[in-house]
């Protein structure tokens, strides 16, 4: 794992975490806004080194996010429906989010082992777990040459 696909899926302070409901009553639901994200996406490619275009087709947002990544726009897209909450606001917002999932951040909350009932990260869903299970690997990695 390079070092920028590392920075892109390491976990968030749990503190940013936040939880809600899922519909239809499937459960509770843990995600991040999309603030995280953008400050994600700062924090490893710089303020120029990404951008997002967003087209509406149908009744769906669309973002295109797309990230520099040696010498070469990298783009991938998702879309998602307004929310109940902020209408097409929510709809950008949830957008960004779900194209993020696609370059690696938040993924892991997705997981079905990421969490525990009592809403407790498992120990390589926290930043420092992962941060050790990436040292781990890289250890390992060098050792076997």
């Known amino acids: ?3 920028i696909e590392r920075a892109l899926k390491r976990p968030f302070p749990v503190a940013k975490l936040r939880w809600r409901k899922g519909q239809g009553g499937s459960g509770d639901l843990v995600y991040i806004t999309a603030r995280d994200v953008m400050d994600r996406l700062d924090d490893v490619f710089s303020v120029g080194g990404w951008q997002t275009r967003y087209d509406f087709i149908g009744n769906r947002m669309i973002c295109a996010l797309s990230v520099w990544i040696g010498d070469q726009w990298i783009t991938k897209s998702d ?3 307004d929310s109940n909450i902020e209408g097409a606001k929510g709809g950008i917002s949830d957008s960004l989010k779900r194209s993020a ?3 690696g951040i ?3 909350l997705y997981h079905p ?3 525990d009932r009592d809403k407790n990260p498992a120990s390589w869903a926290t930043p420092e777990g ?3 299970l990436m040292d781990a ?5 060098a050792s076997e040459r």
Do not use: C, P
């Open 106 to 108: 938040a993924r892991y």
């Open 130 to 132: 992962y941060d050790e």
């Open 79 to 81: 879309g998602a429906d």
């Open 101 to 103: 999932v696609l370059v």
């Open 137 to 141: 690997r890289d250890k390992e990695k």
């Open 113 to 115: 082992n990421a969490f």
């Open 1 to 3: 794992m390079d070092k």
